[in-house]
């Protein structure tokens, strides 16, 4: 649909005799109506509940400093908790068909580069700070100037690269890539399945759900990825009862005892907001929040944007309407995710499935909430996932972020390799953190060897410092006689 097809869609004023809530949210205002609003409601909430299995699968087969694990019921709670009245908070608010939910690529930072380095609730309490300081950000106006200070193709690379590492996490988690045990003797740090080949019926799954995943993709089916997930859970609890399986892992597919339950609310409110600064060095503490400020901020803006131009909503000047707000609404769901344990919570893209089928208005937010609300006492239905069927929507979404790197330049050697180094070190050191950092550090480098040191914006310079901090911490330390 054209711009100018969208903007003709909207009135300019709604007919008379409309109810209260339709003036409230401007529903015929924007050239909707009640039932358009509803049914892409239905679709964004279908689109997105795979997050519903996704993030208590990520979050949950993480362990932090002290080997504790993240109970998959209450994450599952935590996670329809917060899509929930975060979403409703959005629609009501921001009036806008945004739907927010706990965000893919900042779940694995959290699970997979911060949870390692202190416990749980340290970990969710830097997601509150960092919610908290994207909230400041919007209120000071600050959030132009972080914009600016990351070249575009640097923010895209970073998508890449988490792109990446997700995709490397789903081979993993499913078995279908394992490492090579030290005592093999080999420096090849990891191989095809178990032993070299694919054994076993849940790599079958597995496989079969990505080659579902991509087929359904390629077709542009509406739901995709959960449509995967719920097939291929059927398909691997057939298998389960009538095949001799030792183990799937995490979770084994079979049907539950009751499927509605009361929700578990036991990880809500457990974080701690300054217990990370006791468990590891204040440079790395920095860099950690930066990091999901980073991820968070910019996959923010252009996901709003994006949803906003698609509805038809932005004004004549191309601004998003009440955009502050929605920004605000945005850096609060982080917040409310790390209380809640759930990990930051963030706009979805995903929305963009209720507004192909004509939400242009929070009130389709109201029946996406409604429906998380609904699924937090359909818990034990939702955790009889195994990884082997949920892991193909990680592969799938890496493909998804992995199409940002058509924007780079590459031949243009002071973006291209930055932005390659970028996307590299994050898969093959498995760490967000360390990929960001290397590619900040080899662009200000080769901005700075061509002269072009004056181009490089100084919150990136001061970024890159930290990082190169973060990088020598241990020759840094043992020069200043610190242990």
Sequence with gaps: MSESQKVADRSTAPPPGVSSVDRFFKISERGST??????????????????????????????????????????????ALVAAVMTIIMGVAGNLPLALAAGLGLNAVVAFQIAPLMSWDDAMGLVVLEGLLICVLVLTGLREAVMHAIPQ?????????????????????????????????????????????????????????????????????????????????????????IADIKAWGLTTPAWPDKLVDTPDFGLIGHFSLFGAFGETTAITVVLLIFTLVLSDFFDTMGTVVGITAEAGLLDEQGKVPNLGRVLLIDGAAAAAGGAASASSATSYIESAAGVGEGSRTGFSNLVTGGL????????????????????????????????QVKHIDWDKYEIAIPAFLTIAVMPFTYSITNGIGAGFVAYVVIKTVLGKAKEIHWLLWGTSVLFLVYFAINPIEQVLGVK
Excluded at 205 to 234: D, Y
Excluded at 392 to 399: H, K, Y
Aim: charged content about 10%; some cysteine.
């Design 34 to 79: 009640f039932a358009r609003e509803i049914r892409g409601g239905f679709a964004t909430f279908f689109t997105m509940a795979y997050i519903l299995v996704l993030n208590p699968i990520i979050l949950g087969s993480a362990k932090d400093k002290f080997g504790h694990q993240l109970d998959a019921v209450q994450l599952t709670t935590a996670t």
């Design 153 to 241: 193709p640097l923010k895209q690379a970073i998508s890449v690269g988490i792109g990446l590492f997700i995709a490397f996490i789903g081979f993993v988690d499913a078995g279908f890539v394992t490492r090579i045990p030290d005592v093999a003797n080999t420096t090849v740090p990891v191989q095809l399945g178990g032993t070299g080949t694919l054994t076993g019926w849940p790599i079958l799954v597995f496989c079969l759900g990505v080659l579902l995943t991509i087929a359904l993709l390629a077709r542009k089916v509406k739901g995709a990825i959960l449509i995967s997930i719920v097939t291929m859970t059927v398909v691997a609890m057939i298998i389960n009862s």
């Design 372 to 403: 998380f609300a609904l699924a937090l006492f359909l818990t034990p239905l939702l955790t009889i996932v195994p990884l082997q069927a949920a892991a193909p929507a990680l592969v799938a979404v890496g493909f998804l972020m992995m199409t």
